[in-house]
């Protein structure tokens, strides 16, 4: 049992900058996928990036490539998500995530692999 908590959203322009942050308790003695997902009203809940909290590899949403960096803090029990050049279409609730084992690499960015998740953090871009 892993429990999540994201913290870090708020309002923020085009082209700007947000650090999200999630910290975990429980059971942070095993490795785990960790991942951001995010939804926007009306949308289907979307991978953004995921990692693997006993190495580093890294699978990233094409949307975000380039722009978001997930990373982690293991002493901490720490998730981040740093965002930069934020657009508008960035706009979403942005939720953390945690799954034991993802076997299929292909699903570690899908939401329906995951069953920890936190309560979100809204993030707004917007000008």
């Known amino acids: 049992q892993v429990q999540l908590v994201e913290s870090g959203g708020g309002s923020v322009q085009p082209g700007g900058s947000l650090r999200l942050s999630c910290a975990a308790s429980g059971d942070t003695y095993s490795n785990y996928w960790m991942g951001w997902f995010r939804q926007a009203p009306g949308k289907e809940r979307e991978g953004v990036a995921a990692i693997w909290t006993g190495g580093s590899y890294t699978p990233y949403a094409d949307s975000v490539k380039g722009r978001f960096t997930i990373s982690q803090d293991k002493a901490k029990n720490m998730l981040y998500l740093q965002m930069n050049s934020l657009k508008p279409e960035d706009t979403a609730m942005y939720y953390c995530?945690?799954?034991?084992?993802?076997?299929?690499?292909?699903?570690?960015?899908?939401?329906?692999?995951?069953?920890?998740w936190g309560q979100g953090t809204q993030v707004t871009v917007s000008s």
């Open positions: 995530a945690a799954e034991p084992w993802i076997p299929v690499s292909n699903k570690r960015l899908s939401a329906s692999s995951y069953n920890y």
